[in-house]
């Protein structure tokens, strides 16, 4: 499993067409007026990695398995939805389930489409958006502060420090800011766990713009870059959908002749990993190849337990070899040979691209 996304933003924005196009499926109904994804929907594609391939090829593996992004096409949101507006509350808590939120905003005029507040401004649909979470967080966590006030009265010992973090977080919430931005984040951030705080999760935006505006962006991209003062990705979600309807050699065509180096499931997945600190490693045999995902710093039982828990429980060592070691020496074998297999022990952090294999007591 790669990470999980939920696509979130007002309703008609193009978050179910780009969802549609983003994992080839056809089940998710665009259609222009509010709320028509009423349940979550959820696909799972693969994340493109070229070196799995090369790595597959080299052991001559039965199968090849590539990590995964989970794409969760979430019901459009209005002002409101934190008491209840537009089924609110509902489609709230389906977006703490996720990893990272892709904020999909409007960046174009279709008056073909409607606009569930009749105007397109970008940064005022950002701020409801944002606005809805926050109230959201800031109800769940107050009645969270009500439970550790009585625990803490009963003698809990962990129940003080959540009320400090409650307490630190409701600062914020309050402030109108996100959780994520709590100057002391760092310091309470293990007491959070229970709080499951959409606020907490790091946001991708995608502005959602016409074919012309594709490359350079328009005043609606410019304008929301000024305001929210962060990155944001371009994509046509009428793009897409003529790129998943296409071969692999013709999506490269259809790519060079728009100007595009790269489609916009590949530019949200490289901003995914960047955001989520994330890295690869794989393991490569007769069987199967297959890449891992884990977060960038982890360590070698960590990553042992991406695959079984008992690997980790029972950690020994991980025999480690770097990918452009492994293709040079067209192997293992001949990387052993020559002295660039590795054995790696509890403290080592795993590097992006390491061919592992765990060594474990049952």
């Known amino acids: 499993m790669g990470f999980k996304c939920g696509i979130v933003g007002l309703p008609n924005v193009g978050k179910s067409t780009l969802f549609n196009a983003l994992t080839k499926k056809i089940n ?78 409007r960046c174009f005029e279709d008056n073909n489409i409607t606009h569930v507040n009749n105007t397109i401004d970008p940064y005022d649909d950002v701020s409801t958006i944002n606005t809805e979470l926050i109230l959201s967080d800031l109800e769940i966590t107050l009645k969270l502060k009500t439970n550790f006030e009585k625990l803490k009265k009963k003698g809990d010992k962990d129940a003080g420090k959540k009320l400090n973090a409650a307490d630190l977080i409701l600062n914020q919430l309050e402030a109108g800011l996100p959780a994520i931005s709590c100057p002391k984040i760092n310091e309470i951030i293990d007491d959070l766990k229970e709080f499951n705080l959409i606020t907490l999760k790091p946001v991708i935006y995608v502005c959602n713009v016409d074919e012309k505006s594709i490359i350079e962006g328009n005043k609606f991209t410019k304008d929301l870059s000024q305001n929210i003062k962060e990155d944001i990705i371009l994509i046509s979600a009428e793009i897409e959908s003529q790129i998943s309807s296409l071969s692999s050699a013709d999506q490269a065509e259809y790519l060079e002749s728009l100007g595009l180096k790269q489609s916009g499931l590949n530019k949200i997945i490289k901003s995914g990993y960047q955001t989520l600190s994330l890295i690869t490693y794989f393991t490569s045999g007769e069987q199967e190849t297959r890449a891992w995902t884990v977060t960038s710093g982890s360590k070698a039982p960590d990553a042992a337990g991406k695959i079984h828990s008992d690997f980790q429980s029972g950690f020994i060592r991980a025999e480690t070899i770097s990918y452009d070691d492994f293709v040079e020496c067209d192997g293992e074998i001949k990387a052993k040979e020559l002295g660039k297999m590795r054995s790696e022990g509890k403290e080592y952090v795993v590097q992006d691209g390491d061919v592992m294999h765990f060594l474990f007591n049952n």
């Open 28 to 105: 998710a109904e665009a259609a222009n007026y509010p709320f028509c994804t009423i349940e979550p929907n959820e696909g799972t594609v693969p994340v493109p990695d070229e070196r799995v391939e090369m790595l597959s090829t080299i052991s001559k593996s039965k199968k090849t398995i590539p990590t995964t992004l989970t794409f969760f096409d979430i019901a459009g949101l209005v002002r409101g939805a934190s008491k209840g507006e537009g089924l609110g509350n509902k489609f709230l808590s389906h977006i703490r389930e996720v990893d990272a939120i892709i904020h999909v905003v």
